[in-house]
């Protein structure tokens, strides 16, 4: 017998569940603390200098703004002032510092799209300041670097004629869609789309995750009041799903971040599932506070050690569509092979 054993028969099986949880309550407060630290250091969180993976994130994610405006049915002239005019900052920014590549390139892009939308405006009050923005794109002239940025215009049945294609044809189709025709999706086919969703990896097969659906109007309206990323199409949606994974069936240290991960594989499953089912659908992210976070739980009615990973919207994509093209990232910059063998 082994001293473990012979202590576990001295205390009893519940005093030493007891002294473990114990140890493992200081492991996660050290855990939490070196997280901490980590994310303190290379996170922008507002303040300090911004290092080049910083500034080219910021970039991609208000070039992406730009582009979601844009794709809107009703696009709002002369959205997104001060977005803009922080995306020209920091594209000044980048460029001083490290010249012009693939991330310059869509933060630029993004701005000239931005003015050409606006071409009907011209002589418009308020267009003096797109003429700011198209004086900014004139001095900052990218060489190039092939990107696609802005939005795409498709048909229904073009959005969708990849969805019984081959893998990888469906995979490269699928995308998130903001312009929605109001018609509600019925409870059955959300319920379709998470059955083939379960066919998701999750650690030790524990598959830790529940979807919240939701299609009334009223709670659809009172959900998207509390998701800060749906503004000029969130009235259209069908309903709004709300993927959350189980805190109470993941164990130890080690496992402090897993919910995440189990319920972003589950969230990706999902939205594959829908574009299968000839659904449109948007990822709403939920990076908010513990303050939001609780205000979403009381409102559903959901239970505290459920985490909430991603709101996604859904529904009946319009006869006529535009879509964000959502530039990808040089593959250089996703792919880190070792060289060694080809």
């Keep these: 017998m082994t001293l473990k054993d012979r202590l576990i028969t001295l205390i009893g099986y519940n005093r030493a569940w007891e002294i473990r ?5 200081c492991g996660l407060v050290l855990a939490c603390w070196s997280d901490f630290h980590r994310y303190r250091r290379h996170a922008y969180i507002g303040f300090g200098k911004r290092s080049r993976k910083n500034l080219r994130a910021l970039i991609m994610k208000d070039a992406h703004r730009v582009e979601k405006g844009l794709s ?12 803009i005019g922080h995306l020209q900052m920091l594209i000044g920014c ?16 993004s701005l000239r799209r931005y003015v050409g939308a606006h071409d009907a405006f011209r002589g418009q009050s308020g267009y003096e300041k797109i003429s700011l ?25 073009e959005f969708f004629e990849c969805a019984d294609a081959s893998f990888a044809q469906f995979v490269a189709g699928r995308r ?8 509600r999706i019925a409870q059955d086919t959300i319920r379709q789309a998470a059955a083939l969703a379960q066919r998701f990896p999750s650690v030790c097969n524990r598959q830790s995750v529940e979807l919240y659906y939701y299609n009334e109007p009223a709670r659809v309206r009172e959900i ?5 990323g749906n503004r000029g199409f969130g009235e259209t949606l069908g309903g709004v799903a709300v993927i959350t994974a189980i805190a109470d069936e993941f164990e130890g240290v080690g496992e402090r971040n897993q919910p995440y991960v189990d319920g972003g594989m589950f969230l990706m499953n999902f ?16 990076s908010v506070g513990p303050g939001r976070d609780r205000q979403l739980k009381k409102l559903l009615g959901l239970d505290d050690g459920l985490v909430v990973i991603s709101l996604v919207g ?14 990808r990232k040089p593959l250089g910059d996703v792919y880190r092979g070792d060289g060694t063998i080809a």
């Excluded at 998130?176 to 018609?183: A, C, E, L, P, Q």
């Excluded at 859904?314 to 535009?322: D, H």
Aim: hydrophobic share 40%; charged share 25%; aromatic share 10%.
């Design 94 to 109: 980048y460029v001083e510092r490290y010249g012009y590549d693939f991330y310059a390139d869509c933060g630029l892009l």
């Design 176 to 183: 998130s869609v903001r312009d929605f025709s109001g018609k």
């Design 21 to 25: 949880s114990r140890l493992s309550v």
């Design 133 to 157: 923005v198209e004086a900014f794109c004139d001095t900052h002239r990218s060489p190039g670097f092939g990107t696609r940025v802005g939005v795409d215009t498709l048909s229904r049945e």
């Design 271 to 286: 939205l594959l599932a829908l574009h299968s089912l000839k659904v449109g659908a948007c990822a709403l992210n939920w």
């Design 72 to 83: 809107l049915a009703g696009m709002r002239p002369f959205f997104g002032e001060r977005m």
């Design 314 to 327: 859904v529904g009946e994509v319009s006869e006529r569509l535009k879509i964000a093209c959502s530039p």
């Design 224 to 228: 998207l009041r509390l998701q800060n």
